[in-house]
């Protein structure tokens, strides 16, 4: 399941950032929280993926001290790979996260 297609009400304003064939990034609110998090995931191919609850696909919030690395990691991940994701949303989350 690719990541644009999971979006559990847990999160809002959600922007897609990454997305290989096999993990996924957002960047949005989760929880009712005011501070944006990065939300991850597994895509699993053709099964729900990781982590999930049963059937539902869903969403684990990286921990703060490696979200930058992650970030920048996509970043130039993207700039080589334009196919993999957003640049300007990933921009973004990177500004939001200073």
């Given at each position: 399941m690719n990541g644009?297609?999971?979006?559990?009400?847990k999160w809002t304003n959600v922007i897609d950032l990454y997305d290989n064939g096999w993990y996924s990034y957002i960047w949005g609110n989760y929880?009712?929280?005011s501070d944006k998090s990065l939300g991850a995931r597994w895509n699993g191919g053709k099964?729900?993926?990781?982590?999930?609850?049963g059937a539902y696909p869903t969403w684990y919030v990286e921990p703060d001290f490696v979200t930058n690395d992650i970030l920048f990691s996509i970043y130039r991940d993207v700039q080589i790979n334009p196919q993999n994701g957003n640049l300007?949303?990933?921009?973004t989350a990177i500004m939001e996260n200073i």
């Open positions: 644009n297609q999971v979006r559990p009400e929880d009712g929280g099964n729900v993926g990781y982590p999930n609850q300007n949303n990933i921009k």
